[in-house]
């Protein structure tokens, strides 16, 4: 085996793996698939924000209807993630508008439809708590601590502050949440659109009180994530298998999209107040930054959106006098959870907007005051983690500046409807600090005849995993790209590879395959796959994360080295204003990311493209208005 330069996958644009089923029709999404017997579920949801439920009234004949409740749930009613505090249903106690409380399921979906609209609930109603800044019940609290603070304040001649409010954001994946639970074999077999099979693996377990081999996790071709199909989905297949184990019968469970919308998880919004010390040639000398995070009504995955968000809240600037305040709260709204960036756009729009009050106090240039103090080589975080040589803010900065004439455009756009504006960031790989051990993700990769089937967790959900794990493990063996298969992502064949999320499905996952790929390759020892087959009758070869040499992480006082890997990036935005109605239209973006190797460059360049439009639509176009907790 031995791959030339021009047969390597890695690098090149290779055709995607699941792309000609995606494009000729044939890829199957949950809601294309049936079984005998299937039956339609809905879910019936809280109308008020705090309370107690006091009555349910059923104004439909039952015949033929599953109807269940918190009673029908067989093993706990939660749903496991972090914490056990949110119920897959209401017990008495209602914390937010749309909080599920009754299942129906009938095979008829008009009459389902009809059912669900004859449903009346009675309250006794109680005061909600909307303002995350007048809740006092804390989910999580971090604090970051580095050097010396009022030193630090000492040492400036100016202190500059601010305060910025972000909004919720909607993931708004093409394909709303969905699944298929079928009761089989003593146990429960879910189907469905998700991120995280071992998430869902769990949360059923305990939900249904079933040992492992008794559940069943597959996940269906999937129409995009953005982190809203990370926790989620344990909710919604746990509403389905609790209707298949009462009824016995395959359930399907699909939302609309205005449902999807009203109760499923969003972007945290949240308060960011910024107090910074600063010489009069702009240099860094204190931050001080107060971060408050509007959890919603239970904890869901807050607590690591808050980490990463306080992590990364400085922006990519270094200081030597730090602190970070923060904390993420409940109020009486729909649960707030994983979503592309987790916390850090939050953070990191605030550090920007404040480096240009900054920059605007001071009466200096704000690109000068950027590259004044943004992270070079050994500069330290605000972790006290040391940064190497890969270190690219000035890189990418530079680079965007002149790309797209930064300077002169400012000048020119002055006094009139047009604008331009900047944004520099710092990202994190992987799971924060020890994250990445404690998971233990595992990758195994099966020889066959014709070359190897990788068996992992990683869920495709339009970013590429099956292409970029296949090539990875093609130039590793050595083997053409259409040599290698990649098996479903099924709890029933594949090892816990860990959540398709936090930018890891490359650098960890891809990184253990490689290294199943190089031990086959050295068991293989120039032998064919056919030869060896014939001769020991089967090869799996199965490994675990293991984390780079040197790291050392501190949960307890949030020191030490957060990540394995950053990327670094810059976007330069221009506007322009309509006069009449002072409408903002972005007339060009550019874009530039220091990623490493980009595996499939292509691909890349739609991640960079996707991420970036998001970005654009949750500060121009979007805004996810809440209303008396809807």
Same mark, same amino acid.
């Given at each position: 085996?031995?791959? &030339?330069e021009k047969?390597r996958a ?15 029709? $044939? ?11 299937m ?32 009673r ?8 496991? !993630?972090?914490?056990?505090? =949110?119920p ?15 299942l ?9 439809l009809?059912?669900e ?6 309250y ?7 303002d995350?800044?007048?809740s006092d ?10 050097g ?8 400036a001649?100016?202190?500059?502050e ?5 909004? !919720?954001q ?12 079928? @009761?089989?074999n003593?146990?429960?077999?879910v189907?469905g659109?998700? =991120?995280c099979?071992y998430?869902?693996?769990?949360a059923?377990?305990?939900? !249904? ?9 597959v =996940?269906?071709e ?10 989620? @989905?344990s909710m ?8 298949a184990?009462k009824?016995r019968?395959?359930?399907k469970?699909?939302y ?9 998880t ?5 308060v ?6 600063? &010489?009069?040639?702009?240099? !860094?000398t *204190? ?13 869901t995955?807050s ?5 990463r968000?306080?992590?990364h809240a ?10 970070? =305040? ?12 994983a979503?592309r960036?987790?916390?850090? @756009? ?15 106090t001071?009466?200096?240039?704000s690109?000068?005051?950027r590259?004044?103090?943004?992270f070079r080589p050994?500069d ?8 190497g ?22 000048r ?7 604008g331009?504006g900047?944004?520099l960031?710092?990202h ?7 994250g990445?051990?404690?998971? $233990? ?6 020889l ?7 068996l ?8 590429g995993t099956?292409?970029?794990h296949?090539?990875i ?9 259409d *040599?290698?298969e ?16 936090a ?27 056919r ?5 020991r ?6 490994k675990?994360?293991?984390?780079p040499?040197g ?5 307890e ?9 950053f ?10 204003r ?7 239209? @972005?007339?060009r ?6 990623i490493?190797? $980009?595996i ?16 654009v639509g ?6 996810? *208005? ?5």
């Amino acid at each position: 085996m031995g791959a &030339t330069e021009k047969s390597r996958a890695v690098g090149r644009n290779v055709p995607r793996k699941e792309g000609l089923d995606k494009v000729t029709g $044939a890829a199957k999404y949950v809601d294309d698939l049936t079984f005998p017997g299937m039956l339609h579920g809905r879910t019936i949801r809280s109308t008020i924000a705090a309370g107690e439920i006091e009555n349910i009234h059923l104004g439909f004949a039952r015949k033929g209807f599953t109807i269940a409740d918190c009673r029908d749930v067989p093993g706990r009613n939660v749903v496991a !993630l972090i914490e056990l505090d =949110q119920p897959c249903l209401a017990e008495r106690r209602v914390r937010h508008f749309a909080e599920p409380i009754l299942l129906l399921a009938h095979e008829d979906r008009e009459r389902l439809l009809e059912a669900e609209s004859l449903v009346a609930i009675d309250y006794r109603e109680e005061t909600p708590i909307y303002d995350p800044e007048k809740s006092d019940h804390c989910f999580k609290e971090i604090r970051i601590e580095k050097g010396d603070l009022a030193r630090g304040f000492a040492e400036a001649d100016v202190v500059v502050e601010g305060e910025y409010r972000v909004g !919720l954001q909607e993931q708004l994946y093409i394909e709303p949440n969905g699944v298929i639970a079928v @009761p089989e074999n003593g146990g429960i077999t879910v189907y469905g659109s998700l =991120q995280c099979p071992y998430y869902v693996h769990r949360a059923l377990r305990v939900l !249904l009180g079933l040992s492992d081999d008794k559940v069943r996790v597959v =996940q269906t071709e999937t129409g995009g994530g953005f982190g809203g199909k990370e926790e989620y @989905p344990s909710m919604i297949a746990g509403h389905a298998a609790i209707l298949a184990w009462k009824s016995r019968r395959p359930v399907k469970l699909v939302y609309d999209r205005v449902e999807d919308m009203v109760a499923t998880t969003k972007r945290h919004p949240g308060v960011i107040r910024h107090s910074t010390g600063v &010489t009069r040639d702009g240099t !860094l000398t *204190a931050i001080k930054i107060d971060v408050l995070l509007d959890g919603g009504a239970y904890m869901t995955l807050s607590p690591v959106v808050l980490s990463r968000g306080v992590i990364h809240a400085t922006g990519p600037y270094r200081c030597d006098h730090v602190r970070i =305040q923060g904390r993420v709260v409940a109020t009486n709204t729909p649960p707030n959870g994983a979503f592309r960036g987790f916390g850090a @756009p939050q953070t990191q729009f605030a550090a920007e907007v404040h480096m240009e009050r900054i920059a605007e106090t001071l009466g200096i240039d704000s690109v000068r005051l950027r590259e004044k103090n943004a992270f070079r080589p050994g500069d330290t975080t605000s972790t006290g983690q040391k940064l190497g040589r890969d270190t690219s803010a000035l890189r990418v900065l530079r680079e965007a500046v002149s790309r797209s004439d930064f300077r002169a455009k400012r000048r020119a756009y002055r006094g009139t409807n047009r604008g331009i504006g900047l944004a520099l960031f710092f990202h994190g790989s992987g799971f924060t600090g020890g994250g990445e051990v404690k998971l $233990a993700s595992k990758a195994s990769l099966e020889l066959t005849e014709t070359g190897a089937r990788i068996l992992v967790a990683s869920t495709e959900i339009g970013q590429g995993t099956r292409t970029m794990h296949a090539q990875i493990v093609a130039d590793t063996l050595g083997i053409p790209y259409d *040599a290698v298969e990649v098996a479903a992502a099924d709890t029933a064949r594949v090892p816990d590879s860990g959540p398709t999320v936090a930018s890891r499905t490359c650098m960890v996952v891809g990184k253990i395959l490689e290294r199943c790929a190089q031990e086959m390759r050295r068991e293989l020892g120039g032998r064919s796959a056919r030869d060896y087959l014939a001769e020991r009758g089967s090869l799996v070869v199965t490994k675990e994360y293991s984390g780079p040499d040197g790291l050392y992480w501190d949960d307890e006082t949030y020191r030490g080295d957060a990540y394995g890997a950053f990327g670094w990036g810059c976007d330069v935005i221009e506007v322009e204003r309509d006069p009449e109605t002072w409408e903002i239209r @972005p007339t060009r973006v550019t874009a530039v990311c220091e990623i490493g190797k $980009a595996i499939h460059p292509v691909l890349a360049r739609g991640q960079i493209e996707g991420g970036t439009a998001q970005a654009v639509g949750y500060a121009l176009l979007e805004e996810v *208005a809440m209303r008396d907790g809807r």
